[in-house]
């Protein structure tokens, strides 16, 4: 019995000394098996960016979401994954910019028209006949104007990574074709809930009817209005063709995007991950605007294929309803902030020397 027991501890002892060598160590992250990587990084979490948009998946905007997502994803090595939504599935642009300050999304592009309802400076953007082209356009919003303006939306908690392109818009309708002031005249004409844009229209003759742009095709249809006004991408891809008969390139705003994201998930991301996703933004802007206008030159010439006529605004034309808005926008200067407006007018004057 001695003899057994005496052997017992003997086992017992030479495993102790083994273990305590560390030579029976089962390995662990810290501890890599022999032959496998010397150093091992812990876990990183992978954060999640849903984006919302309220175009269809064809439309430029949404391409160029997916150029963000394809940016993200490879220079974060997946650490971020970018969601991507289309047609309006999380909401209306409302609706998904506020999501965006409640934390509960990440990413939106609305028009400059919905942050007005946030910050009322945004409304400069709306002011008719603002932009002659698209040069000058991106030189003020790239300027130190619309940087300052972004600068603006961190109190709404939102972060404003810079602008994309809605475009030009246009007017539809189904009634006749428009080429001077006088062919507004009582044409019902859809347009965002704004009071700028509502009491320009009012202004040229029209009547202008605020409504969701969900709803905008069956109103079409059912003649609740006449027509609308979008850029001709929007007018194409939403195949308002088939319920407008008329097309006229009054250009009447040119129409920014914001790139937002919510400023509690940005404000979460490392400076480096910040980086990327800032940078993301400004390369998939450039191109989403590039597309955007190669391709409206393509998309007129498919709206007439399509049965649509088409009605050139002539300079002097164009001149008339800049001319017969201009008390709006007087009218409006001080509810938008009459430095802001000042600063956007000087910039564009620069901007066209």
């Known amino acids: ?60 905007q949404y391409k160029g979401l997916v150029k963000f997502k394809e940016l993200v994803e490879e220079q974060t090595n997946g650490a ?54 698209e040069e000058v356009a991106d030189a003020v919003l790239g300027g130190e104007v619309g940087e300052e303006l972004l600068s603006r939306l961190a109190d709404q908690r939102l972060v404003g990574l810079g602008y994309w392109e809605n475009g030009f818009r246009d007017l539809t309708n189904s009634r006749h074709p428009v080429a001077t002031v006088d062919d507004f005249k009582g044409l019902k004409i859809r347009t965002m809930e704004n009071q700028l844009h509502l009491e320009a229209f ?5 009547n202008p009817t605020p409504m969701a742009f969900t709803e905008l095709f069956a109103a079409m249809q059912q003649g609740t209005v006449d027509g609308q006004e979008n850029p001709y991408a929007t007018i194409y891809l939403q195949k308002f063709y ?25 404000d979460g991301l490392t400076p480096e991950h910040q980086e990327i996703v800032t940078n993301a933004a400004y390369e998939a802007g450039a191109y989403q605007r590039n597309m955007n206008r190669e391709t409206a030159a393509e998309y007129l010439a498919n ?42 007018f000087q910039a564009v004057a620069e901007a066209q020397q």
């Open 242 to 266: 088939e319920v407008q008969q008329y097309v006229s390139d009054t250009h009447h705003i040119y129409s920014p995007w914001v790139f937002l994201v919510s400023k509690s998930f940005f």
């Open 202 to 206: 009012r202004a040229l003759g029209a």
């Open 80 to 133: 971020i994954i970018v969601e991507t939504y289309h047609s309006g599935q999380l909401g209306d642009d409302r609706t998904m910019t506020e999501a965006l300050q409640l934390g509960s999304q990440e990413i939106t592009i609305p028009s400059t028209a919905v942050i007005a309802n946030f910050i009322p400076e945004f409304s400069v953007f709306d002011i008719p006949f603002l932009f002659p082209n």
């Open 1 to 60: 019995m001695k003899k057994k027991l005496g052997l017992f501890l003997s086992t017992a002892i030479l495993a102790l000394g083994i273990v305590g060598c560390g030579g029976g160590a089962t390995p662990t992250p810290e501890t890599p098996a022999p032959g496998g990587d010397t150093t091992t990084e812990a876990p990183t979490e992978v954060k999640t960016m849903r984006a919302g948009i309220g175009l269809n998946d064809q439309h430029p």
């Open 303 to 344: 709206l007439q294929a399509e049965g649509m006529t088409f009605t050139e605004v002539s300079p002097e034309a164009r001149q008339e309803m800049v001319d017969t808005v201009a008390p709006v926008i007087e009218k409006f200067a001080d509810q938008i902030g009459r430095d802001v407006v000042d600063a956007v």
